[in-house]
């Protein structure tokens, strides 16, 4: 088992940028294959990207590609989302979720992740 803990949210203008970080505890970290999603008022939970066990493999929705990269660093049971260029449309609530998967890829399945954090809000004024 995994637990999360988001940091790095907050308010930015548009154009800004902010980075994202999220903290998992346990040994196993660098086993599970990890997530960005977002949720804004009213709709869906997203993916945003998602990046492979090793980091090698990495995937970004097209809204966000180009202005937002996901990297981990296992070592230190981290993993982080830069976003840069933020839009009005980015406003969400931001949540990373973890996952153990049979292949060394990325996943892009909402449902198949099984740990999430408890999100942090980012907030992008016009």
């Known amino acids: 088992q995994v637990q999360l803990v988001e940091s790095g949210g907050g308010l930015v203008q548009a154009g800004g940028s902010l980075r994202l970080s999220c903290a998992a505890s346990?040994?196993?970290?660098?086993?599970?294959?990890m997530g960005w999603f977002r949720q804004a008022p009213g709709k869906e939970r997203d993916l945003v990207a998602a990046?492979?066990?090793?980091?090698?493999?990495?995937y970004c929705a097209d809204s966000v590609k180009g202005r937002f990269t996901i990297t981990r660093g296992n070592a230190k049971n981290t993993v982080y989302l830069q976003m840069n260029s933020l839009k009005p449309e980015d406003t969400a609530v931001y949540y990373c979720?973890?996952?153990?998967?049979?292949?060394?890829?990325?996943?892009?399945?909402?449902?198949?992740?099984?740990?999430w954090g408890q999100g942090t809000q980012v907030t992008v004024s016009p």
């Open positions: 979720a973890a996952t153990w998967p049979r292949h060394s890829d990325y996943v892009t399945e909402v449902k198949a992740y099984d740990y």
């Open positions: 346990g040994r196993t970290f660098s086993t599970y294959a």
């Open positions: 990046i492979s066990r090793s980091g090698d493999s990495t």
